[in-house]
């Protein structure tokens, strides 16, 4: 059973920079698509980036394309999302996602194909 466990989130200002962290253990030898998704109040969870841990292939929205990476460790035991020039619209809750497999296989931000999620860090970002 994968598990997903996030970190890193808290309150900037307009134009700083946070790096999330999704630890994730439970692995079985599969390659995964690992994803980031965000929910800001009242809106649809929406995918922010997302990572093929087979091939390292990285997708982002349109939004935060040149301000955000997804990466991960060397182990592939850690997914990242460096945030930078954050936006006042980035703040929402910050979820980790995964699924077997690659992301080009589906779409990688439709949320309803990932079957392991973390519990969420929370992102606010002041004007």
């Known amino acids: 059973q994968v598990q997903l466990v996030e970190s890193g989130g808290g309150s900037v200002q307009a134009g700083g920079s946070l790096r999330l962290s999704c630890a994730a253990s439970?692995?079985?030898?599969?390659?995964?698509?690992m994803g980031w998704f965000r929910q800001a109040p009242g809106k649809e969870r929406e995918g922010v980036a997302a990572?093929?841990?087979?091939?390292?292939?990285?997708y982002y929205t349109d939004s935060v394309k040149g301000r955000f990476t997804i990466s991960q460790d060397n182990a592939k035991t850690t997914l990242y999302l460096q945030m930078n020039s954050l936006k006042p619209e980035d703040t929402a809750m910050y979820y980790c996602?995964?699924?077997?497999?690659?992301?080009?296989?589906?779409?990688?931000?439709?949320?309803?194909?990932?079957?392991?999620w973390g519990q969420g860090t929370q992102v606010t970002v002041s004007s």
């Open positions: 439970g692995y079985t030898g599969r390659t995964y698509c």
């Open positions: 990572m093929y841990t087979g091939r390292g292939s990285t």
């Open positions: 996602a995964a699924r077997p497999g690659d992301c080009s296989n589906y779409d990688p931000f439709f949320a309803q194909h990932f079957g392991y």
